[in-house]
């Protein structure tokens, strides 16, 4: 089993910053793929970016390109979001995710396996 734990949401006006991290414990294997989420009210789960743990591949939503940035610390376990310019339409509830079973990244939230319990960010106007 994997455990994640996502920390570092919060409020922030639009056009600030934040950082969130995903601690994973437990059962890990040499390479897979760590994603972030995110689910808005009344949306559904959508993709915002992952990374190929490997290999440092990454990929993200045109929605953040430019604004948010995805990476890792090998050492640590733990896998970063670095969110800027936030925008109003970034509140949402954001959840980390990993799949052990896959080597390329792919924007389904069903190919994931494990997930954490998620870190609200909400960005005033």
């Known amino acids: 089993q994997v455990q994640l734990v996502e920390s570092g949401g919060g409020l922030v006006q639009a056009g600030g910053s934040l950082t969130l991290s995903c601690a994973a414990s437990?059962?890990?294997?040499?390479?897979?793929?760590m994603g972030w989420f995110r689910q808005a009210p009344g949306k559904e789960r959508e993709f915002v970016a992952a990374?190929?743990?490997?290999?440092?591949?990454?990929l993200y939503a045109d929605s953040v390109k430019g604004r948010f940035t995805i990476s890792r610390d090998n050492a640590k376990n733990t896998v970063y979001l670095q969110v800027n310019s936030l925008k109003p339409e970034d509140t949402a509830v954001y959840y980390c995710?990993?799949?052990?079973?896959?080597?390329?990244?792919?924007?389904?939230?069903?190919?994931?396996?494990?997930w954490g319990p998620g870190t609200q960010v909400t960005v005033s106007s």
């Open positions: 437990g059962r890990t294997f040499s390479n897979y793929v």
């Open positions: 995710a990993a799949s052990l079973t896959r080597t390329l990244i792919i924007r389904i939230p069903s190919a994931y396996e494990y």
């Open positions: 990374i190929i743990w490997n290999n440092g591949n990454t």
